[in-house]
């Protein structure tokens, strides 16, 4: 039998196969859950990953919060954040200084913040650079500040360990509490 010949006797079988196989699986229905038992136990009705959201206040934007998952419940403004990165923005939209951690808290009716898990501060004008193991942003205070054990290193090498800081969020007025240990390079 030649090949055309042969094509056209088992074509329509080979497809009526395929067809049958699969429609099969598509009857296969999966009893557990889809997500993991840690995502379950969060309670959250909305999880969102990759989420991108901004602060505002009277129309300008005050700064970017960025996390790889943000668990949102409907019984509260706030917002649990893994993986998170804040933005903060001067008056002309420039950008003053960024905030990363592991984990946080947002509050989306007050756009007050709490990070988590090795946080960093970065001042964008200075080069400045502040570590701690949590840090909240009061935008009703507009201050940044951390009750937490902290490192601060100037762009200059020049390092200061605290017991916790406070700063205005220009960044004029950082105060790094109870110095101890050694301070220099």
């Not at 206040?57 to 993986?83: H, N």
């Not at 200059?156 to 790094?176: A, H, K, L, P, Y």
């Amino acid at each position: 039998m030649d090949a055309a010949k042969l094509r056209l006797k088992c074509g329509p079988r080979l497809a009526t196969l395929t067809l049958i196989v699969g429609l099969g699986a598509c009857e296969a229905s999966t009893n557990g859950a889809v997500a993991s038992h840690e995502l379950l136990e969060m309670g959250a009705d909305q999880v969102v990953l990759g989420m991108t959201m901004f602060m505002t206040s009277g129309g300008i934007r005050q700064g970017r919060v960025e996390a790889d998952t943000a668990f949102m419940y409907a019984d509260s403004a706030k917002a649990k954040l893994r993986r998170l990165r804040i933005v903060f923005f001067d008056e002309n939209g420039v950008e003053r200084a960024t905030v990363t951690g592991t984990a946080g808290e947002w509050d989306r009716n007050t756009d007050r913040m709490w990070a988590q898990g090795d946080v960093v501060l970065i001042v964008h004008a200075d080069g400045r650079r502040i570590e701690s193991a949590e840090m909240v942003y009061d935008p009703e205070m507009e201050e940044i500040w951390s009750d937490s054990a902290t490192v601060q290193t100037l762009a200059n090498g020049r390092v200061t360990r605290g017991s916790s800081f406070r700063s205005d969020m220009e960044f004029r007025n950082v105060q790094i509490l109870n110095i101890r240990g050694a301070v220099g390079r």
